[in-house]
């Protein structure tokens, strides 16, 4: 069953093009690590259930933000580096760490080739909730651009985020393809939009009870999309 006509394609990030597998926690290992070093009270007074309190605290009192995962990140270590009596040049710093290793990901061995031989066929955005750096990755120049919630404002489903990917294309929601992981905010975000959607199932789970059914197709792997996407 193939795809056509598509002419163009969007791409979700964490666990389409790689493995988030313990990259959080990497990152958050390294950001402790950081605080440790350098400013110690943070760690020997908040513990990652404190932590999640103030993150829980900045929701409460900025809901506005929910979309943006840095910002979120960055105004919930304020809380806590200001608590000790810190600079903001702490909170900053230490976003700087936990970026460097939230970037620091495991690209699947089919994500280069095959986003290369796709290149040269469709134009291609990225399309993502999370604040991956898909320059620092590496793979950057695959894409005509790179939208993220914390510049749309909403996140994944919301229409708003695959109208901004169709705008950026210059194309119609049925011409464009969107292929992620996730049932709910990739494949059934995008089919209700109105676009093409690809759920990449990788470990073949049925689709699940509490969504409603949409039309979509279904790979186990990226590799699999040149041949979804051929000409009849």
């Known amino acids: 069953m193939s795809l056509q006509p598509v002419r163009a394609l969007s791409f979700d990030l964490d666990e389409t093009l790689w493995s988030l597998d313990q990259v959080i926690e990497r990152a958050e290992a390294g950001m402790a690590a950081f605080f440790r070093e350098n400013y110690p009270l943070v760690t020997e ?7 999640l309190h103030f993150r829980k605290q900045v929701l409460r009192e900025q809901p506005d933000i929910v979309h943006n995962l840095g910002e979120l990140r960055l105004r919930t270590l304020r809380l806590a580096t200001e608590a000790c009596g810190y600079g903001p040049e702490a909170a900053e710093q230490a976003l700087a760490v936990f970026l460097e290793g939230r970037n620091r990901v495991q690209l699947f061995e089919e994500t280069h080739p095959t986003l290369k031989q796709l290149r040269s066929r469709f134009p291609m955005v990225a399309l993502t909730n999370g604040n991956a750096d898909v320059t620092t990755i590496g793979v950057g120049h695959y894409f005509r651009a790179t939208i993220s919630a914390a510049h749309v404002g909403a996140l994944k489903p919301s229409p708003r985020m695959f109208q901004a990917a169709v705008d950026s294309l210059g ?53 699999e999309l040149p041949g979804l996407l051929a000409e009849d």
């Open 171 to 223: 194309l119609a929601p049925h011409q464009t393809a969107h292929v992620g992981d996730d049932p709910e905010t990739d494949v059934l975000g995008a089919a209700q939009f109105g676009m093409r959607a690809v759920w990449l199932n990788r470990p073949g789970m049925p689709w699940p009870d509490h969504l409603p059914r949409v039309d979509y197709y279904e790979i186990r792997s990226v590799a």
């Open 45 to 51: 007074r908040f513990d990652r259930e404190a932590m």
